[in-house]
C-alpha cells in the first residue's frame, strides 16, 4: 500500500482517465445515452492502474532514480517491492477487467500488457543500434505507449455501444494521438532540463534507446553513430551527442513527425457530432504539441 500511495500520490497528468471520459462523452451523445455507466468509470481506473504499473517497472528496468520529480518506487523501497508492486497492479487491474464482463474489452485490454511486453523486449534488443530504423521505432512507440491509449479510447466507444466504424475510429485517434505523444516525450527528452522533466535530461540516449531525433540526425551526421556505438565510453560524449542531434535538424524533423500523427488523430474525431467534448479531445492533441512550442 505504500509503494501505491508513493507513485499515485506523485501526481501525473492523468490524461489516460481523461481520454476514457472524453470519448465514453462523445459517443454517448451518438446514442441518447445521458449518463457515464460504471463501466465507463471502472474502465478509466483499470487504465490508470495498467499505466502506473507499467511505469514503475519501466523504472526497473531502466534503473531510474527519479520519476514526476520523486524518488522512483525502487530507490525507495527496493527492486524486489517495486516490482511485486507492478506485478499486484497488473493483477488488480486485470481482475477488475475480467469483472466487467464484456469480451471484445478484455481482449484490447489483454492485447496491451502483451504489447507492453513485447515493447520492452524489442527496445532492449536494440540498444546502441545505429541501424534501426524510423518504422522499427514507431512500432516500439505503439508497443509502449499507443496501443494503451487506443485500448482507452476504443474501450470507452464500446461502451457507449456505438457501431464498429466509430468504435475504429477511436482506436486510430488512440493510436495517432499516442504516436504524437510518445514523439514529443522523446523530443523533450533533448529540449528540457532535468528539473522540467522529473528525470535526468537525455536519459534515454545515455541507455542507448535511440528516439525519433537521433534515428533523423544519424542520417546526416557520421560522427554521432562513432559516439553512440562507444556507448558513451568518453568523458563529455553523452553531451557532445546531445548537442549534434539539435544542431543536425533531428528535433526539427521529429516536430514535423509529430505533427504529422496529430494531424491524423484530428481527422480521427470527424465521426464524431461537433460538441465540446469532441473539441476537447482536439485540444488535447494541440496541447501535446504546444509541449514542443
Not at 500500500?1 to 482517465?17: L, T
Not at 474489452?105 to 496491451?112: A, C, D, F, G, N
Not at 479510447?153 to 504516436?179: C, D, H, P, R, W
Not at 522540467?196 to 534515428?215: C, E, F, H, R, Y
Request: net charge negative; aromatic share 8%.
Amino acid at each position: 500500500m505504500s509503494a501505491a500511495e508513493q507513485i499515485f500520490g506523485a501526481g501525473g497528468k492523468r490524461m489516460r482517465p481523461a481520454l476514457v471520459f472524453l470519448v465514453s462523452r462523445a459517443t454517448a451523445e451518438i446514442v441518447g445515452l445521458k449518463e457515464l455507466t460504471k463501466e465507463h468509470r471502472r474502465l478509466a481506473e483499470i487504465i490508470e492502474m495498467i499505466h502506473t504499473a507499467s511505469l514503475i517497472h519501466d523504472d526497473v528496468l531502466d534503473e531510474s532514480d527519479m520519476r514526476r520529480g520523486k524518488e522512483t518506487l525502487h530507490q525507495l523501497y527496493g527492486t524486489r517491492v517495486a516490482v511485486l508492486a507492478g506485478d499486484f497492479m497488473f493483477a488488480q487491474s486485470s481482475w477488475y477487467l475480467a469483472n466487467l464482463e464484456n469480451l471484445e474489452v478484455i481482449k484490447l485490454i489483454s492485447q496491451v500488457i502483451k504489447d507492453f511486453a513485447s515493447g520492452e523486449i524489442k527496445q532492449a534488443s536494440s540498444l546502441f543500434d545505429c541501424d534501426v530504423q524510423l518504422e522499427e521505432y514507431l512500432i516500439k512507440s505503439y508497443y509502449k505507449t499507443a496501443s494503451l491509449i487506443s485500448a482507452s479510447t476504443k474501450g470507452a466507444s464500446i461502451f457507449s455501444g456505438v457501431n464498429s466504424y466509430i468504435s475504429e475510429q477511436m482506436y486510430q485517434y488512440g493510436k495517432n494521438f499516442g504516436l504524437s505523444f510518445q514523439i514529443v516525450d522523446d523530443i523533450l527528452d533533448f529540449t528540457q532540463s532535468a528539473e522540467q522533466l522529473g528525470k535526468p535530461a537525455g536519459s534515454d540516449l545515455a541507455n542507448g534507446n535511440l528516439t525519433a531525433p537521433v534515428i533523423f540526425a544519424l542520417k546526416k551526421e557520421a560522427r554521432l553513430r562513432d559516439i553512440i556505438e562507444s556507448e558513451f565510453c568518453d568523458t563529455g560524449s553523452l553531451e557532445e551527442a546531445i548537442e549534434i542531434v539539435k544542431r543536425c535538424g533531428g528535433i526539427h524533423r521529429a516536430q514535423d513527425l509529430a505533427r504529422e500523427k496529430a494531424n491524423l488523430a484530428v481527422q480521427n474525431l470527424q465521426c464524431l457530432p461537433l460538441n465540446s467534448f469532441r473539441i476537447a479531445l482536439e485540444e488535447l492533441v494541440k496541447y501535446n504539441l504546444e509541449r514542443i512550442k
